[in-house]
């Protein structure tokens, strides 16, 4: 079954500092993989996605993702936070055949400290 | 400026009735998700929707929720009657079938007390 997992409920982060996002996935064949940012009342607004090619993919916002598959994750990276980065960040898996659907993992929050 | 739209933004209303939450896709988009949001389940697909086919719906309790697409421009989800454990955001989302991002719109927010 597809799954994906974001084992860190809260993260909090100096401004300024880098952040490193966990995701891990569950899927026999080759998934494509997103992640998502969620602001507090608003909707979720796409960051990323990975759907074949460079391993490296570059989002908005500065952020960046890599697609290990050995390691079945998709981490989600940033270098130098800033204080509007605080949101809810999800990582979802869309298997990529017609009965294609978007399965999220649980959310990572991310607080910034001034 | 293309953007999914649902109404309403927000919904009270008492435990036993209907409700109905719509959505807008964009157009040109073919394919149409709905998904629920709660601190204790997160995202939950609830149904989706190909060329207003339904595809999937197994994560929809068929009891009291139903989902339509009466036409390429609107997909409504009804609960019918509503229990105060259907609280919950509501978000509606829409792509083009073919991986391609998709978009949310702002949820509907239904508290059922």
């Known amino acids: 079954a597809q799954s994906v997992t974001q084992p860190d409920i809260h993260i909090t982060v100096s401004e300024g500092a880098s952040l490193e996002l966990r995701c891990n996935y569950s899927?026999?064949?080759?998934?494509?993989l997103f992640w998502y940012v969620q602001s507090p009342g608003q909707g979720l607004q796409l960051l990323l996605k990975y759907f074949s090619g460079d391993t490296l993919v570059q989002g908005i916002k500065g952020f960046e993702a890599e697609f290990k598959r050995s390691q079945s994750s998709f981490n989600l990276r940033k270098p130098s936070v800033h204080w509007s980065d605080a949101a809810e960040y999800f990582c979802?898996?869309?298997?990529?055949?017609?009965?294609?659907?978007?399965?999220f993992g649980s959310g990572t929050r991310l607080l910034v400290r001034p | 400026d293309a953007r999914v739209t649902q109404t309403p933004r927000h919904k009270v209303t008492e435990m036993g009735q209907e409700v109905t939450m719509r959505c807008q896709p964009i157009?040109?988009?073919?394919?149409v998700f709905w998904y629920r949001q709660t601190m204790m389940q997160g995202l939950e697909l609830l149904a989706y929707?190909?060329?207003?086919?339904?595809?999937?719906d197994s994560g929809m309790p068929k009891d009291r929720f139903s989902a339509e697409m009466p036409d390429a421009t609107l997909a409504t989800l009804k609960i019918q009657p509503s229990e105060p454990r259907d609280s919950a955001v509501y978000f509606c989302?829409?792509?083009?079938?073919?991986?391609?991002?998709?978009?949310f719109g702002q949820g509907t927010r239904l508290t059922v007390v």
């Open positions: 899927y026999g064949a080759t998934p494509y």
């Open positions: 929707f190909r060329n207003r086919a339904p595809l999937d």
């Open positions: 157009l040109g988009h073919n394919t």
């Open positions: 989302a829409s792509d083009r079938g073919q991986l391609t991002e998709a978009f």
């Open positions: 979802a898996v869309g298997p990529g055949d017609s009965s294609y659907k978007l399965i």
